[in-house]
């Protein structure tokens, strides 16, 4: 919106600025202008095609209108003129200065829309007319659903016509190396793509074999991948990108990691380790199929230079400061549902643009360790144990307080055979292989469990114990104790 000013000459080389008289000039654009100033003005106006220019690109709008302030009749009286101006005549030459070409404005070709005059000048709307306002809200209206259309079909014929989008269905299949992965999982991602999310987020405890799921499936989807581990000391320019010195005393644009891996998958591990929303702000446009304009320009020195954006879809023959993601990109991150409420929180304009998998513990924790130590030659496919394994029952008290996935057991289980070679984990440990399990027990579990509330520290504890065949009053029994009671809050 611009607020119009007239310059009435009164005599040969001398101008008046009457500030009583004021029109509005409203510009309609969608999408919407890239963020810039109160102070940043439209300039290069052709007032002939009615092309303009903004923070260095030519932009197309959608509508244009003339808002007259004043009743038409006002007059503005001088004795230097031969007669008074009426504000309708000031109204009639301004429009006439500013021609239109408002992009997918006409209804049909050839056809003028509501209110623009045959020489294509700027229509006019009374503002102190309540019928003229509404006519002017209705013309808006249907200019913003006319250019909503016409850009939908538009863009809809490029990708058509450059092959931008795959129909092909890809189906993830269940992965045997990942034992102990639910069926569900697989079903709820296969679902999400099916119905068109692009990016998927898998959370839930940790050690549940997320992080290798992530990378199965994107190895599925595509035949390259790119992954990174959040860190709370990412900024936006190390994902997206930022000037940067490149020697001599110049700085440029440099992409940031995503931007550079804008062609495949790009799985961001423990995302919720960094602050979420200020890293990929700039993607949130982005991610709801909008282009966003970045602050950086492709001439640092230049205020003129077009800025950096993103684009929703590639398009042909984009520019080098237009970055767009290709049909393979996809974000697949990671989130450990612990730490989830101790690190960055995602904000729900975020948070609804994936699809969100819990990937849980396996439901059956004896099965699950009996079918590994199968895989792993550590018992025979024939043998069973009588009843629940140590390694059972200290997974299982662990989960009862604080709920973690295989990957530390199978740590503790790994190091009880590097302690203990021979460890039947069928039956009950002797002494030897009881402080193998606890050796451990302190290096892979008791790190996961800080934090936890003392009588959750206390079950364990005994779980721990009587699994073990561990004395109550026994020196392990006390310093394992102890060392659960030092992490409890």
Same mark, same amino acid.
């Given at each position: 919106?611009?607020?119009i000013?007239p310059?009435?000459k009164?005599s040969?080389?001398?101008?008046?600025?009457?500030?009583?008289?004021?029109?509005?000039?409203?510009?309609?654009?969608?999408?919407?202008?890239?963020?810039g100033?109160?102070?940043?003005?439209?300039?290069?106006?052709?007032?002939?095609?009615g092309?303009?220019?903004?923070?260095?690109?030519e932009q197309?709008?959608?509508?244009?209108?003339l808002i007259?302030?004043q009743?038409?009749?006002?007059?503005?009286?001088?004795a230097?003129l031969?007669?008074p101006i /009426?504000?309708s005549e000031?109204?009639?030459?301004?429009? *006439?200065?500013?021609h239109? =070409?408002?992009?997918? &404005?006409a209804? $049909? %070709?050839?056809?003028?829309?509501?209110?623009?005059?045959?020489?294509?000048?700027?229509?006019v709307y009374?503002?102190l007319?309540?019928?003229?306002r509404q006519?002017l809200? /209705?013309?808006?209206?249907d200019?913003?659903?006319?250019? *909503?259309?016409a850009?939908? =079909?538009?863009a809809? &014929?490029?990708? $058509? %016509?450059?092959g931008?989008?795959?129909?092909e269905?890809?189906?993830?299949?269940?992965?045997k190396?990942?034992?102990?992965?639910?069926?569900?999982v697989?079903?709820?991602?296969?679902?999400?793509?099916?119905?068109?999310?692009?990016?998927?987020?898998?959370y839930?405890?940790?050690g549940?074999?997320?992080?290798s799921?992530?990378q199965l499936?994107a190895?599925?989807?595509?035949?390259a991948y790119?992954?990174?581990?959040?860190?709370?000391?990412?900024?936006?320019q190390?994902?997206?990108?930022?000037y940067?010195?490149?020697?001599?005393g110049?700085?440029?644009?440099?992409p940031g990691?995503?931007l550079?891996?804008?062609?495949r998958p790009?799985?961001?591990?423990?995302?919720?380790?960094?602050?979420?929303?200020?890293?990929?702000?700039p993607l949130?446009?982005v991610?709801?199929?909008?282009?966003?304009t970045?602050?950086?320009?492709t001439?640092?020195?230049?205020?003129k230079?077009p800025?950096?954006?993103i684009?929703?879809?590639p398009?042909p023959?984009a520019?080098?400061?237009?970055f767009a993601?290709?049909p393979?990109w996809?974000i697949?991150a990671?989130?450990?549902?612990?730490?989830k409420?101790?690190?960055?929180?995602m904000?729900?304009?975020?948070?609804?643009?994936?699809?969100?998998?819990?990937v849980?513990?396996?439901?059956?924790?004896?099965n699950?360790?009996?079918?590994?130590?199968r895989?792993?030659?550590i018992v025979?496919?024939?043998?069973?144990?009588t009843?629940?394994?140590?390694?059972?029952?200290?997974?299982?008290?662990?989960?009862g307080v604080r709920v973690?996935g295989?990957?530390?057991?199978l740590d503790?289980?790994?190091?009880?055979?590097?302690?203990?070679?021979?460890?039947?984990?069928?039956?009950a440990?002797?002494?030897?292989?009881?402080?193998?399990?606890?050796?451990?027990?302190?290096?892979?579990?008791?790190?996961?469990?800080?934090g936890i509330l003392?009588?959750?520290?206390?079950?364990?504890?005994?779980?721990?114990?009587?699994?073990?065949?561990?004395?109550?009053?026994s020196?392990?029994?006390?310093a394992?104790?102890?060392?659960?009671?030092?992490?409890?809050v």
């Open positions: 919106m611009t607020r000013v310059a009435i009164v040969e080389g001398k101008f008046v600025f009457y500030e009583t008289w004021k029109w509005l000039l409203l510009h309609c654009f969608l999408p919407a202008l890239p963020i100033s109160s102070g940043q003005l439209f300039d290069e106006f052709d007032e002939v095609t092309k303009l220019t903004y923070m260095g690109h197309d709008y959608i509508a244009a209108a007259a302030l009743e038409e009749d006002n007059k503005f009286v001088a230097v031969p007669r /009426k504000y000031a109204t009639e030459a301004i429009s *006439a200065l500013i239109v =070409a408002p992009a997918y &404005a209804p $049909e %070709a050839g056809e003028a829309w509501e209110g623009e005059n045959d020489a294509g000048c700027v229509p009374h503002g007319d309540e019928k003229d006519r809200m /209705k013309d808006v209206g200019a913003y659903v006319r250019a *909503a259309v850009m939908a =079909a538009k809809e &014929a490029e990708e $058509e %016509a450059v931008l989008t795959s129909t269905s890809v189906e993830i299949p269940e992965f190396e990942l034992i102990g992965i639910d069926p569900s697989y079903r709820q991602i296969n679902a999400a793509l099916a119905a068109g999310k692009q990016h998927l987020m898998l839930g405890p940790p549940t074999g997320k992080t799921l992530a499936v190895g599925v989807l595509h035949d790119a992954m990174i581990t959040g860190s709370a000391d990412w900024s936006s190390d994902v997206i990108g930022g940067q010195p490149v020697g001599e110049r700085v440029r644009f440099i990691v995503l550079q891996n804008f062609d790009f799985i961001i591990d423990e995302l919720n380790r960094c602050d979420i929303d200020k890293v990929i702000g949130f446009t991610l709801s199929e909008q282009k966003t970045l602050p950086y320009r001439d640092v020195g230049e205020e230079s800025a950096f954006v684009l929703p879809k398009k023959g520019e080098e400061h237009e993601p290709k393979g996809r697949i990671t989130i450990n549902s612990i730490d409420a101790a690190l960055y929180q904000s729900f304009a975020l948070t609804r643009r994936f699809g969100w998998i819990y849980d513990v396996p439901s059956d924790l004896q699950f360790l009996l079918a590994l130590m895989k792993w030659n025979g496919e024939e043998s069973s144990p009843g629940e394994m140590a390694l059972t029952r200290i997974w299982r008290a662990v989960n973690i295989p990957a530390p057991i503790m289980l790994k190091t009880i055979l590097a302690i203990e070679g021979e460890t039947d984990f069928l039956h440990p002797n002494n030897d292989q009881a402080t193998a399990y606890l050796d451990g027990f302190y290096m892979y579990v008791l790190p996961m469990l800080d003392q009588n959750g520290a206390r079950e364990i504890a005994i779980a721990v114990r009587e699994a073990l065949g561990l004395a109550e009053d020196e392990e029994s006390r394992l104790a102890e060392h659960l009671a030092n992490l409890a």
